[in-house]
């Protein structure tokens, strides 16, 4: 399963849902189960498109805003706080994430696993930032600690996540 993770506020129509639903739709095509955090935005796009490609998804909610999952989940896991959501798409992602545009939410999911991977308290796997969106963010932290750069990959388009998960034969 890849752990998706993105803004809310992007709709049908725009090109961050558009580059959203690609993605889903690429990680599924690719054999892999698509999380996130189960709302509207690229969260629903990202489900969207691996539901268009015959695939899994699961929302992670959380009860300080509102369970319901968007329309296009299977399963939906419920959280009580923040942490314990961002926790879960963590620990979901064990095949790796991928980052779409975002605000600070997004931010903190990318951080949390940057600097877990960093520290060695996860187990390495693909964290990939779709799109020049984070390309700034990344190389101001590789400007800090070079090595920074070697967690994060950022890429573009949708395709070239062809070169970071491989095909996997697992849970469509």
């Given at each position: 399963m890849v752990a998706v993770f993105g803004s809310n506020a992007p709709v049908a129509g725009d090109a961050a849902y558009a580059q959203a639903r690609a993605a889903g739709r690429k990680l599924a095509e690719l054999g892999y189960a698509v999380a996130n955090g189960g709302y509207g935005g690229t969260m629903a796009a990202s489900a969207r498109g691996a539901k268009d490609a015959g695939g899994r998804t699961i929302g992670v909610t959380c009860r300080i805003w509102s369970p319901e999952p968007n329309a296009f989940?299977?399963?939906?896991?419920?959280?009580?706080?923040?942490?314990?959501?961002?926790?879960?798409?963590?620990?979901?992602?064990?095949?790796?994430?991928?980052?779409?545009?975002?605000?600070?939410?997004?931010?903190?999911?990318?951080?949390?696993?940057?600097?877990?991977?960093?520290?060695?308290?996860?187990?390495?796997?693909?964290?990939?930032?779709?799109g020049g969106f984070w390309r700034p963010l990344v190389d101001m932290m590789t400007s800090v600690r070079a090595n920074a750069g070697d967690i994060v990959t950022v890429v573009e388009p949708v395709d070239a996540l062809d070169g970071c998960f491989p095909r996997h034969g697992g849970a469509r």
């Open positions: 989940t299977d399963e939906c896991v419920v959280t009580d706080t923040l942490a314990e959501r961002v926790e879960t798409l963590l620990r979901l992602g064990a095949a790796g994430y991928v980052v779409l545009p975002g605000g600070t939410g997004t931010l903190v999911e990318l951080a949390t696993a940057w600097e877990l991977m960093g520290k060695g308290l996860m187990r390495p796997r693909p964290l990939v930032c779709l």
